[in-house]
């Protein structure tokens, strides 16, 4: 049986007219403002309040701003503070709408490339891929990342982490140059910088190497030895630099292994359920919730983590089973694990669940969608309809999420519905009613949250002014 041989040619272009691809460059970027209109002007919400941006430290100089924690991110806030007012959020969202639209752009070249990898037909690959991007774009599972101004910290990851996997993608030759090692490497670091999950791209790298390479993946690696050499190198800095973060001295107790709320292989047993929860969301984004009540698994059998565990495994067994005949759907559901592994694996995270991490991870699902569309036996244009009917689906749910995150209430009051056994919700809730001057509805709300948690002092305090 032949094996698969990569294609490190750049890939021929379609024959189109320019005026087509502005055109329809133009309409996705009218849609994609459209679904996420209604954010525009959304204030600070959750923990943005607690953000330097949304504080009288806001009008410190950048030296204050630029830490040795995502450097780049915080810088993007910087320059939001210096363009808006302190109450007026408009250029923070566009900043979030910008970023999230570079993204889909660079998601279009990885996908054609990959699909070139795939051996998918050039004629093919160009209308793949844009259905690829919007599906990026204007899939609901990426609402918080865009809507909600700290989710820019995984959109901004995100975009860096797409632009290093695009240079590591189109570089001209089998073995990389040392100047394609320096894109790839600026534009890894530029997205460690802006968050720390992007730590997994060299295994990202790696990946690719081998499945594309069937005849002689060690000989592709060896290949590349100059980039896993200098990321090799990277590894070592950047264990030294964000220590404390895994170890949660620096994380507030919210992460890492010193957590006292659960221990770390309660975690990796909760997230084989969160990690099925996502697919669930990717096909269904029907029941998004902005602060999840996802229990724990504090044993291999509770809520039975184990089902879902010999579920993936079973997933990634057909994956290499199929690996010649479902190349691309093997890639993508590995890809899917590789990305999400910084949230979905060992290092412990008081919330198990956040759909902002599946900001970047979504792209291995869609190269799974895209793999059955392409299978499906319709002819050409009933294949563009459907996908066309996917995206304008998708379009308007999206629409109707931005709705629900365009003000603290409606936000809330829909957590609430969806989690009303957790405590952040409610007091959530009860404090957008309070600023909104609904003291009536705040009160009864910090009734309902002091009978599910005692109550902290802050609450205390905000219930009383109520």
């Not at 941006?53 to 204050?64: E, I, R, T, V, Y």
Request: hydrophobic share 55%; glycine share 6%; net charge positive.
């Amino acid at each position: 049986m032949k094996t698969r041989k990569p294609d490190f040619k750049p890939a021929a272009a379609t024959p189109t007219s320019p005026w087509a691809w502005i055109g329809a460059a133009f309409a996705a970027l009218i849609l994609l403002f459209w679904a996420y209109g209604p954010t525009m002007s959304t204030g600070f919400l959750f923990d943005d309040v607690k953000q330097r941006f949304a504080m009288p430290a806001a009008s410190d100089p950048l030296s204050a701003w630029i830490g040795p924690v995502r450097p780049v991110l915080m810088f993007t806030y910087f320059v939001n503070t210096r363009i808006s007012a302190a109450e007026d959020t408009s250029s923070y969202h566009l900043f979030n709408l910008v970023i999230h639209a570079l993204s889909g752009v660079l998601v279009y070249l990885v996908i054609r490339r990959l699909l070139a990898l795939a051996n998918l037909e050039p004629r093919s690959r160009t209308p793949y891929a844009v259905f690829g991007a919007l599906l990026f774009l204007l899939h609901p599972v990426q609402t918080e990342s865009v809507a909600y101004i700290s989710g820019r910290s995984d959109a901004l990851c995100g975009m860096f982490a797409c632009g290093a996997f695009a240079a590591f993608l189109y570089r001209k030759t089998p073995a990389i140059s040392w100047g394609a090692v320096a894109a790839v490497v600026l534009l890894f670091g530029a997205s460690m910088l802006s968050k720390e999950q992007a730590v997994v791209l060299p295994a990202l790298f790696l990946l690719t190497d081998l499945w594309w390479n069937e005849a002689s993946p060690l000989a592709a690696v060896r290949a590349n030895w100059k980039l896993y050499a200098v990321l090799a190198l990277g590894a070592a800095a950047g264990i030294a630099l964000f220590w404390s973060l895994i170890l949660g001295t620096g994380t507030g107790g919210s992460a890492g292994f010193s957590m006292k709320d659960f221990a770390w292989y309660q975690y990796l047993f909760t997230q084989f359920r969160v990690i099925v929860t996502y697919i669930l969301n990717f096909l269904l984004p029907f029941n998004l919730n902005a602060d999840w009540d996802f229990p724990i698994s504090h044993n291999i059998l509770e809520h039975g983590a184990v089902f879902y565990l010999i579920a993936l495994l079973a997933l990634a067994a057909l994956a290499v089973r199929y690996r010649r005949g479902f190349a691309l759907s093997g890639y993508g559901f590995f890809v899917f694990l590789i990305l999400l592994a910084p949230t979905s694996s060992i290092l412990p995270i008081q919330d198990p669940l956040a759909e902002r991490r599946m900001y970047l991870p979504i792209l291995g699902l869609i190269l799974i969608a895209i793999d059955l569309l392409r299978r499906l036996r319709m002819e050409p244009k009933a294949i563009a309809a459907l996908a066309g009917a996917i995206v304008l689906a998708l379009g308007f749910t999206t629409h109707a999420r931005a709705e629900v995150w365009s003000d603290p209430v409606t936000l809330w009051q829909d957590t609430v519905r969806k989690s009303p056994n957790k405590f952040r919700p409610h007091f959530q809730l009860a404090f957008a009613y309070y600023v909104a001057g609904r003291n009536d509805l705040a009160v009864q709300e910090f009734e309902k949250t002091a009978a599910l948690q005692p109550p902290t002092l802050d609450m205390v305090m905000d219930w009383g002014l109520a």
